[in-house]
Structure formats: structure tokens, C-alpha cells
């Protein structure tokens, strides 16, 4: 049998000025982007947004990818579509930011295929990879 290192074997010391930090990772799913959908809820003044102001950036943001519109998808047929990552509903991730104290512990991530004000990005929804997918 080989020989065994052991390094740093002494007993533990006791720690100096230790901190305890408490962070919330979420990851969101799919699609799912919690800043798109509070766009959408603002512009509508539904639900959550109902009674808060949507800015004019936004307002032209929302106008210009969240409202139906017609494009080619991958395939290269024209459709019409209102299944945008504007018009999901939140989900429970993002819900689960909200209740916390968000510029302090909560660190949220935007799911596949989206970016805060932006389009779909289809093929990286469809493959997972890209600038919105997932390096494995």
C-alpha cells in the first residue's frame, strides 16, 4: 500500500472574528424572468403591478417584445406569439425572491433564455446553451 500524507493534522484552532453569512441562490426555470413579468403586469395594471407606474424605457420595451407580434422562428414560418418570457405568470422562485430581502441575501437568476428587457432566445431555450443556457 502507497504512503498516506496527512497535511495540517494539528487540532483545530479556534476561529478569529468569524462571520456567518446567509445568501439565497435562486435559479429560475425556463423562460422565467421575474423583471419581464413585472413589466407586463405594470403595463396591464394587473395583479402584482396593479397601482404601481411602469417607466418609459420599459414601457417601450414591453411594447416593442411582450405584446403579440409576428416573426420567424427557427424553422423560418411566421407565427404569431404571446408565449414570451413577458407573458408567463411568476413562479415560485421568483416569488420566493420576493419575500426575501432582496439587496441584501438574495441573489436571483434569470431562467434559460431570457435577459432582463429582452427577447426570447429561442435556440438557447431549445439547447440550453449559448449566452443564456448552461455550460455543463
Not at 462571520?19 to 407586463?40: C, E, P, S, W, Y
Not at 430581502?101 to 434559460?112: A, C, D, H, L, S
Not at 429582452?118 to 446553451?129: I, K, N, R, S
Request: one cysteine or more; aromatic letters at 12%; proline letters at 3%.
Amino acid at each position: 500500500m502507497a504512503p498516506t500524507f496527512v497535511y495540517n493534522a494539528d487540532a483545530p484552532k479556534e476561529p478569529i472574528d468569524e462571520i456567518h453569512l446567509k445568501v439565497v441562490m435562486l435559479f429560475d426555470g425556463t423562460a422565467n424572468n421575474r423583471i419581464n413579468m413585472m413589466i407586463r403586469k405594470k403595463y396591464h395594471q394587473i395583479e402584482e403591478g396593479k397601482g404601481l407606474t411602469i417607466s418609459k424605457d420599459n414601457e417601450k420595451v414591453y411594447c416593442s417584445l411582450g405584446i403579440e407580434r409576428t416573426y420567424k422562428n427557427l424553422w423560418r414560418k411566421k407565427q404569431d406569439r404571446t408565449d414570451n418570457n413577458f407573458a408567463n405568470d411568476f413562479s415560485n422562485i421568483a416569488r420566493l425572491s420576493f419575500s426575501t430581502e432582496p439587496k441584501k441575501y438574495t441573489i436571483y437568476i434569470e431562467g434559460i433564455d431570457t435577459e432582463d428587457r429582452e427577447d426570447d432566445f429561442l435556440f438557447e431555450q431549445a439547447f440550453g446553451t449559448g449566452e443564456t443556457g448552461v455550460i455543463a
